[in-house]
């Protein structure tokens, strides 16, 4: 889409092409990136990283693996990727900006050996590009990687057929322009994480189109009181904890200091647009530096990231102090939605009578049965089980976890056919699987 768009916003295609988000995906071209080594304590491994027939390839204990592709600007740090066969995959290495140094990838710090399993889904993808696809019948095969780009102009504005066309004010979406609870949606598509993200039932995220309210394709949910300090993905919730935020009736959003379209210079003069300093010193020097500091994540990695929850004072990062969970979006809080949250959180004594309540009604939804069979498992309730694995993959075959508990129960029982054909899809589905 950004091809179409340049030649009426030329400057602001160049700028976004040069932003992190317009750089958030790509085909790994070798000599641009930075050659390296180290070595991995916990699996006793040491990983190198560097070019090969013009390839950049992860080589470790006799092993190697080709880098196909990247996710992330390197601004902050860069993750990796594989195809075999369509199929994509995660490499456990990353490369880190501000260290300029490789190291293991967010998640795989404490792995014992070194993992290249874990699939890179369309769902994993969807913040960071665009075109992204499975094939039927499979969890994380494309048809053509090549096809995936980063993130374009109709993430935020929508549909551009009918602008390209006829441009007009009034054909395509501009954020700012929206009401408060659509705006912040755009933004909150990929920069909101809450405790427990999930989808609503029969509506995937990836349906979500701008002008919409998130809500109505996710609950998030948050545990306990507001903390200080930010998760990767977590800026929404933490600027709408803030005393900014809420004093400005909404107003403040994401938009009054970003510019999606080029990096911001500085962020003093929207802050003193409603605050005024006496202080000469202070006067000179930019707000951020106090109120909004930079802590390491919890979830992302050797990097930092700053904290939107503006606080008076610098604090540091705190756990949540309840497990009681708190719609962040008003009227998504159903037994449904709760259940699963509180089984995420492995919440099971919380989560169990949600799912039931929700569960009586027999509705359409996979990911509420597979939730139940799960939790029947566990408890030793092996029919009952396997009858919702089955109910629940009529709704959606393609389920990889419901596929493979179902085939390991019908193993144990002897059913060795069906668990067979089971394995057999559930290799189809994820080759690479457990």
Not at 78 to 86: K, N, P, T, V
Not at 261 to 269: K, P
Not at 347 to 359: C, M, V
Request: charged share 25%.
């Amino acid at each position: 889409m950004l091809l179409v768009c340049r030649p009426c916003h030329q400057q602001i295609a160049d700028s976004w092409t040069a932003s992190p988000m317009g750089r958030s995906f790509g085909l790994v071209n070798a000599a641009k990136e930075t050659a390296g080594r180290f070595s991995h304590e916990a699996s006793h491994t040491e990983f190198r990283i560097a070019p090969r027939d013009s390839a950049l390839e992860l080589t470790w204990g006799g092993q190697r693996q080709r880098l196909d592709f990247f996710v992330g600007s390197r601004r902050v740090g860069r993750s990796f990727g594989f195809s075999e066969d369509g199929y994509l995959y995660q490499a456990p290495v990353g490369f880190y900006a501000a260290r300029q140094t490789w190291d293991m990838a967010p998640g795989y710090e404490k792995d014992a050996k070194p993992d290249l399993s874990r699939p890179i889904t369309p769902e994993c993808l969807f913040c960071h590009a665009s075109g992204a696809k499975a094939e039927p019948g499979t969890l994380n095969r494309v048809a053509s990687l090549a096809a995936i780009e980063p993130i374009g102009c109709e993430r935020c504005h929508g549909d551009g057929g009918a602008h390209v066309a006829h441009p007009r004010r009034d054909n395509i979406v501009n954020p700012a322009r929206l009401v408060a609870r659509a705006r912040d949606s755009v933004c909150e598509q990929c920069h909101l994480a809450g405790d427990v993200r999930l989808a609503q039932a029969g509506k995937p995220v990836a349906n979500y189109r701008p002008g919409a309210d998130l809500s109505e394709f996710v609950a998030v949910f948050t545990a306990g009181a507001p903390r200080r300090g930010i998760r990767v993905n977590a800026h929404a919730e933490a600027l709408a904890a803030s005393r900014c935020r809420q004093q400005s009736a909404s107003k403040l959003w994401c938009g009054t200091c970003h510019n999606p379209h080029r990096q911001t210079v500085s962020y003093r003069e929207t802050c003193l647009g409603c605050h005024s300093c006496s202080d000469a010193k202070r006067n000179s020097e930019d707000c951020v530096q106090c109120h909004m500091p930079k802590f390491e994540s919890p979830n992302g990695g050797h990097t930092t990231w700053t904290d939107h929850s503006i606080p008076r004072r610098t604090a540091r990062l705190e756990p949540a102090r309840s497990i009681d969970l708190k719609a962040y979006y008003e009227g998504t809080d159903t037994p449904r939605n709760l259940g699963l949250a509180y089984a995420e959180l492995k919440q099971i004594e919380r989560a169990w009578p949600l799912l039931r309540a929700a569960a009586d009604s027999r509705p359409a939804d996979p990911d509420l049965y597979t939730r139940v069979a799960m939790i029947l498992e566990a408890d030793g309730r092996t029919a009952q089980a396997i009858d919702i694995y089955r109910h629940s993959l009529e709704l959606d075959p393609d389920q990889y976890t419901a596929v493979v508990r179902l085939a390991k129960l019908l193993a144990r029982q002897g059913d060795k056919a069906e668990a067979a054909a089971l394995d057999r899809r559930a290799r189809i589905l994820l080759p690479r699987g457990n």
